[in-house]
C-alpha cells in the first residue's frame, strides 16, 4: 500500500507562490508516476502536472510557466512550485501515484492508483 500526504496549501494573495508536497510512504516497491490534480468547486478533477520515474514532465497549459513539478527520490516525495498565482488556481489539490507494491506485480505490469485526501489552495484577488 502507498500512503501520500501532502502539505503545504494556503490563503495567498494572487501573484503570490506556494509550494506543495507529497510525501509517500508504506510498503511498495516502485511509483512509476506522480501527479498534482486539482478540484475546483462545481468543476471536474484536472491534471495540473506530473512527473514519472524516467523524470519526465507534462503540465496542464493553464499552469505552464508557473508551476513546476519536481522529486526528491531520496525523500519519496515530489513537490509543486507554483508561481504568479491565480485567483482560478484555487482548489483543493491531489497528489496520485501510480505505483506497484510487489516486484512480482511491477514485472507483470500491476500498477495500482493512490491518492492522498488533499490540501486547500485559496488565492484571494
Known amino acids: 500500500q502507498v500512503q501520500l500526504v501532502e502539505s503545504g496549501g494556503g490563503l495567498v494573495q494572487a501573484g503570490g507562490s506556494l509550494r506543495l508536497s507529497c510525501a509517500a510512504s508504506?510498503?511498495?516497491?516502485?511509483?512509476?508516476?506522480v501527479g498534482w490534480y486539482r478540484q475546483a468547486p462545481g468543476k471536474q478533477r484536472e491534471l495540473v502536472a506530473a512527473?514519472?520515474?524516467?523524470?519526465?514532465?507534462n503540465y496542464a497549459e493553464s499552469v505552464k510557466g508557473r508551476f513546476t513539478i519536481s522529486r526528491d527520490n531520496a525523500k519519496n516525495t515530489v513537490y509543486l512550485q507554483m508561481n504568479s498565482l491565480k485567483p482560478e488556481d484555487t482548489a483543493v489539490y491531489y497528489c496520485?501515484?501510480?505505483?506497484?507494491?510487489?516486484?512480482?506485480?511491477?514485472?507483470?505490469?500491476?500498477?495500482?492508483?493512490?491518492w492522498g485526501q488533499g490540501t486547500q489552495v485559496t488565492v484571494s484577488s
Open positions: 496520485n501515484a501510480r505505483a506497484s507494491i510487489t516486484s512480482a506485480q511491477a514485472m507483470n505490469g500491476v500498477i495500482g492508483n493512490y
Open positions: 508504506g510498503t511498495f516497491f516502485s511509483i512509476n508516476a
Open positions: 512527473i514519472t520515474s524516467g523524470a519526465s514532465t
